[in-house]
């Protein structure tokens, strides 16, 4: 991987999974070996005589211990300084031991590993014989032959010097891809503004978000979720220069600084490489997936020359590409900023509003054509700010979804529109069908089923009368585990519908696959249906389509009575929209129903 070998070339000694990769990669030995802790000490022959060899120490004060060899140069024990102190500085030593050879007083059980002994395994065999070896130090053999001693000093040098390393590499690397961490990029990002503002040159920072990744990550698990990091991180390093960093904050967050730049449009220039790069297909665990992401660029010192003030714009930039419909890069302008602390603003505000019983549900009748009768309604969220007023839920919904607010909003959306159904019909009015849309990320907790069948036990409402709508992004992802929730949720009486159809996948064989009740057609296809003859040809083919499968069909949106003649003319038995009704808040839904049974 590109990013190790920059860690290799700035000598960051990383823990022992990584460093593995990293050698593996550069054909290096996969670890540190005894061979660096070899010094050769001149062996002593088992036969030389005892007296020989304590010369051998006084003349030599730096010699502390030496090996003892056979003579096929095999090590057979060792002698040290203090055994040799011990047995000949007592009175009438040198009468008693003169004769004796080297053999009868060494230490016979010496620590002996092979050249290729790995540093741990050497730490762990030390620990295991006992300590005293640390002293002594270690006799080294290659095909069991002496050719060098290693000190227990020496060890402990470089077992310190390696855990400083490794600790180094924890605290300024992220451990799953390898690349710098938070940390460490603050500190390349102010080395980078001290060098620009010596040079008065020009650098780039870039943050760079993964588009949907949670919910990548909850539907194909988290091992699948990390390869991925682990992927798009080697993208972001091989689109960029060996000088420049990347770096990951966090999450699915990244960030890049792109040093030295002559220009401002070559920021550009990276930016859109990298799109390009990160768009092309990704294979993991033998599977290949498709992903975008969402870039925004700061340049220094034209937008800021500050750290701080850089990565505020940088990204601000990268949430107006995500307002935008992510998959793309800008650079920052000035009116951002606004963006951006609304939007976190809003954010902090939404928290609350669920507290505050700030939201409400507005519904919106669904007529059946044939009779010309209200056979049900899709509940509808809206948020009463209480300084901004009514915002829209193209505004507020995908910070929530962003922000992982939109489960706790989406179970109290179930709960809140099927109490509301049983209060109606307590009050008198029929039994409805009551449509509620769910979030991918609501439909793909694991407890969603049985969230919802709580919803039905708490209220009480007769669960034939609960359609649950989804996209058609959100069944098609991970189809296995989409059949096993539908079913289950058919199981307890739920309808199911497929809403804004026709702008997903669009499908013949996943209908097939899905317990679906219903489709509802996207009312981009009905808006001026009766002038667009491609929207025409498109639902006719959809309602004949699911007309095949016995499948219902509701059309959405229509507001004219030209739209609605021409889907009466194709026979869709259902529709929904301004043409009958805006949605209607709750309490003055059974009013507006009285008066459309008096007419």
């Known amino acids: 991987m590109k990013s190790l070998t920059r860690i290799a070339k700035e000598k960051i000694l990383i823990d022992s999974d990584i460093k593995q990769t990293y050698m593996n990669a550069s054909g290096q030995n996969q ?4 061979k660096e802790l070899l010094h050769y000490v001149d062996p002593i022959p088992v036969e030389r005589r005892c007296l020989d060899v304590l010369n051998i120490f006084i003349e030599d004060k730096t010699l502390f211990t030496a090996p003892i060899i056979n003579d096929n140069n095999v090590p057979v024990g060792l002698i040290d300084r203090g055994r040799l102190t011990e047995i000949f500085f007592k009175p009438y030593a040198r009468d008693l031991h003169h004769r004796k050879l080297i053999g009868e007083i060494m230490t016979t059980d010496p620590v ?66 390898g690349v710098p961490n938070r940390l460490l990029f603050k500190d390349r ?24 990744f949670k919910q990548i990550n909850d539907t194909l698990g988290h091992s699948f979720g990390d390869q991925l990091l682990i992927n798009f991180a080697h993208r972001l390093t091989s689109s960029v220069r060996e000088s420049d960093t990347v770096a990951r904050m966090g999450g699915d967050e990244f960030v890049i600084i792109l040093q030295n ?20 297909p990704m294979q993991i665990y033998e599977r290949e997936i498709q992903i975008t992401a969402s870039l925004g660029v700061a340049l220094y010192p034209l937008h800021d020359d500050t750290v701080d003030g850089l990565i505020r714009k940088a990204d601000a930039a990268m949430y107006e590409v995500k307002e935008k419909g992510r998959n793309g890069y800008i650079v920052y302008s000035e009116v951002f900023d606004h963006c951006l602390i609304e939007r976190n603003s809003l954010e902090t505000d939404l ?32 948020w009463h700010h209480p300084k901004q007023g009514l915002i829209s ?15 706790a909003i989406g179970e109290w959306v179930l709960h809140e529109a099927c109490r509301q159904h049983a209060e109606w019909v307590r009050q008198g009015l029929p039994s409805l069908r009551m449509a509620i849309n769910v979030s991918a ?68 064989s996943y209908l097939t696959r899905f317990p679906i009740d219903r489709i509802k057609i996207d009312q981009s296809f009905i808006r001026n249906i009766h002038d667009v003859p491609a929207n025409e ?29 021409c889907i009466k003319n194709h026979q869709c038995q259902e529709v929904q929209g301004y043409h009958f009704s805006r949605p209607i808040p709750a309490d003055a839904f059974k009013d507006w129903h009285q008066e459309l049974m008096k007419t």
């Not at 670890?31 to 005894?34: F, I, Q």
């Open 393 to 407: 839920p193209a505004t507020f919904i995908p910070i929530a979804e962003e922000s992982g607010l939109i489960v």
């Open 441 to 508: 990320i609501q439909f793909r907790q694991q407890d969603f089923c049985a969230c919802v069948k709580k919803v039905v036990e708490d209220t009480g409402i007769d669960p034939k009368y609960i359609e649950l709508e989804l996209t058609e992004s959100v069944v098609m992802t991970n189809p296995l585990q989409t059949v096993t929730v539908l079913n289950e949720l058919r199981s307890l009486g739920i309808k199911l519908a497929i809403d804004d159809f026709g702008t997903g996948h669009s499908s013949l």
């Open 189 to 212: 990002l102010l080395q980078a503004c001290q060098q620009a503002k010596r040079n008065k040159s020009l650098f780039a920072l870039v943050f760079v978000d993964l588009d949907r």
């Open 261 to 280: 730049l002559t220009e401002a449009g070559h920021a550009e220039k990276v930016a859109s490489t990298i799109i390009d790069n990160i768009r092309q």
């Open 112 to 177: 002996i590993v092979d050249i290729n002994t790995s540093i741990d395994d050497l730490a762990n065999i030390t620990i295991n014989a006992g300590m005293r070896h640390m002293a002594n130090g270690f006799i080294i053999v290659e095909n069991s032959a002496y050719i060098g001693m290693a000190t227990g000093h020496k060890l402990l040098e470089e077992i310190t010097q390696r855990k400083q390393q490794d600790l180094y590499f924890l605290a300024h690397y992220d451990q799953l891809t």
């Open 537 to 565: 040809a498109i639902v006719r083919a959809i309602i004949a389509m699911g007309g095949s499968l016995g499948l219902e069909m509701i059309a959405e949106g229509v507001e004219t009575m030209d739209e609605l003649e």
């Open 31 to 34: 670890s540190a070996t005894v």
């Open 351 to 382: 928290r609350m509003a669920l507290n505050n019983n700030e939201l409400s549900l507005f519904y919106q009748p669904q007529i059946h054509l044939a009779s010309n009768q209200v056979i049900g309604v899709e509940a509808l969220l809206r």
